[in-house]
Structure formats: structure tokens, C-alpha cells
T-cell receptor, first 115, second 113 residues
Framework: DTGVSQNPRHKITKRGQNVTFRCDPISEHNRLYWYRQTLGQGPEFLTYFQNEAQLEKSRLLSDRFSAERPKGSFSTLEIQRTEQGDSAMYLC?????????????FGPGTRLTVL | QKEVEQDPGPLSVPEGAIVSLNCTYSNSAFQYFMWYRQYSRKGPELLMY????GNKEDGRFTAQVDKSSKYISLFIRDSQPSDSATYLCAMSGRTGGSYIPTFGRGTSLIVHP
């Protein structure tokens, strides 16, 4: 499968615990994005990387959230001290950016439930 | 007012109908317009990607962009029950060198046999 993959697909945790999600982009893609989607809403941008550099972070990304993309390949998103409001689908997307072209391809998402 | 407005539906149509899905937007800097299909509990799947105004056709799907009216549409011909999903519009423009898309909330489509 050459698409974007995410693990785990589902995560249930207790409030206050830390969780980490992983995203493996399409291999030749240089950009990787994280989004959060809640029920009945479209995806909301959190952050993105170009290669290993984190270039932009949304104000939605509180200091409890941290993302990394070591070596410009896979990425991890960690949420510390989870809150019930963090319950959502966390989506990863990747793209091969060229002049004016930014088609993003999404993974299946990680559904987080905070009890 | 949100930058991208999309009626959440649900929109229920019989099999074989022509479906029209629409979004309006307020940011005149948007240049790239996308439609994604999302099945329940799955990630969005890119259907159509267009630049600026005009039409683009791909099989049973046609995307239209009217920048003067800030209005985009997706038409689905000969709709099938397998088309039942949420359809998300998304759009982007150059902001600080990036093209981070802004998504609508999605329209739920139900095609019944």
C-alpha cells in the first residue's frame, strides 16, 4: 500500500495520560500535515512540516501538543496531559509541493477518545 | 462568519439523480479549490482539484468554480448508493508561502436505491 498510513487507528485513554500517534506519508512527498476533525466539522489544520522542518503551527496547537518529523520521513504527534476536549479524529496528510500545486492526500486517521 | 460555508445536509436523493453540492467562501485570495469524499470513520479522499475559475470533469464528477461569486460546486451524475458519504470542499491561497487549505464542514449525501 503506497498511501498515507496512521497508527494506531483507535486510541482510548484516560484524562491526564499522554498519547502519541504516528504518520507515515507517501514516500516521495516532502510535506506532511496534521489536522484535527470533530464530529460534523471539516478538518482543522494543526501543523505542517516540509521535510524535517516544522514550518507552521495553528493557534489550535496548545503547548500540550508537540509534533516531530525526524529525518523528514514519518511524523509523530504527542498530546500530553490529555483532556476530554482532545477527543477527535487526528488526520495526517502529505503532499509533494511544487509551484502552485499542493494536492494533499489523507491517511485513515487516528480516533482518540479521552475518558 | 466562517471563511468557507457549506450546508451540512443531509441531502437525500434517489439512485440515478444528478447531485449538486455547493460551497461559498469569503476570502478572495483563494486560488485552489478541492473536493474530498469522506466515508464514515475514514480519512478524506481527494476527488477533484481545480485552479482558479472554470470547470473540470472527471467521469461522473464535474467541479465548477465561480470566483466572481465566490461559489464552487460539485455535480455528480448518475448517482449511486456507493456515493453516499460526506463531501468536503476545501480551498487555499498563498499565505506566507504555504497553501494550507480551509475546509467546509461537509455535506452528508445519501443516495437511496
Amino acid at each position: 500500500d503506497t498511501g498515507v498510513s496512521q497508527n494506531p487507528r483507535h486510541k482510548i485513554t484516560k484524562r491526564g495520560q499522554n498519547v502519541t500517534f504516528r504518520c507515515d506519508p507517501i514516500s516521495e512527498h516532502n510535506r506532511l500535515y496534521w489536522y484535527r476533525q470533530t464530529l460534523g466539522q471539516g478538518p482543522e489544520f494543526l501543523t505542517y512540516f516540509q521535510n524535517e522542518a516544522q514550518l507552521e503551527k495553528s493557534r489550535l496547537l496548545s503547548d500540550r501538543f508537540s509534533a516531530e518529523r525526524p529525518k523528514g520521513s514519518f511524523s509523530t504527534l504527542e498530546i500530553q496531559r490529555t483532556e476530554q476536549g482532545d477527543s477527535a479524529m487526528y488526520l495526517c496528510a502529505s503532499s509533494l509541493v511544487s509551484v502552485g500545486n499542493n494536492e494533499q492526500f489523507f491517511g485513515p486517521g487516528t480516533r482518540l477518545t479521552v475518558l | 462568519q466562517k471563511e468557507v460555508e457549506q450546508d451540512p445536509g443531509p441531502l437525500s436523493v434517489p439512485e440515478g439523480a444528478i447531485v449538486s453540492l455547493n460551497c461559498t467562501y469569503s476570502n478572495s485570495a483563494f486560488q485552489y479549490f478541492m473536493w474530498y469524499r469522506q466515508y464514515s470513520r475514514k480519512g478524506p479522499e481527494l476527488l477533484m482539484y481545480t485552479y482558479s475559475s472554470g470547470n473540470k470533469e472527471d467521469g461522473r464528477f464535474t467541479a465548477q468554480v465561480d470566483k466572481s461569486s465566490k461559489y464552487i460546486s460539485l455535480f455528480i451524475r448518475d448517482s449511486q448508493p456507493s456515493d453516499s458519504a460526506t463531501y468536503l470542499c476545501a480551498m487555499s491561497g498563498r499565505t506566507g508561502g504555504s497553501y494550507i487549505p480551509t475546509f467546509g464542514r461537509g455535506t452528508s449525501l445519501i443516495v437511496h436505491p
